[in-house]
Nanobody, 122 residues
Framework: QVQLVESGGGLVQTGGSLRLSCAAS????????VGWFRQAPGKEREFVTT????????KYADSVLGRFTISRDNAKNTVYLQMNSLKPEDTAVYYC???????????????WGQGTQVTVSS
């Protein structure tokens, strides 16, 4: 069982930066891939990025490649999402999720956090 708690969301202007954190409980955290997904109002949830348990494998959605960076600190049971050059279209609720697979589809993830709101003003 893994419990996830996101933090770090907020309001930022276009071009600004935010760093989200996903803190996990459980002694086996390092065995899970952790992904970030987001959902904007009226839109479907979409994949953002994911990182394997060791950190060796990372995937990004094309829409965030070069702007967002995922990382993890297994000693702290935490995954980070550094978001730079933010755009209004990045506005969404951001969720972290854990899975045994380094997948890009939400249904591959077994555990989810409650989400954190990111709003980018134009």
């Amino acid at each position: 069982q893994v419990q996830l708690v996101e933090s770090g969301g907020g309001l930022v202007q276009t071009g600004g930066s935010l760093r989200l954190s996903c803190a996990a409980s459980g002694r086996t955290f390092s065995s899970y891939a952790v992904g970030w997904f987001r959902q904007a109002p009226g839109k479907e949830r979409e994949f953002v990025t994911t990182i394997s348990g060791s950190g060796a494998r990372i995937k990004y959605a094309d829409s965030v490649l070069g702007r967002f960076t995922i990382s993890r600190d297994n000693a702290k049971n935490t995954v980070y999402l550094q978001m730079n050059s933010l755009k209004p279209e990045d506005t969404a609720v951001y969720y972290c999720a854990a899975s045994s697979k380094v997948g890009i589809v939400g249904r591959e993830y077994d555990y989810w956090g409650q989400g954190t709101q990111v709003t980018v003003s134009s």
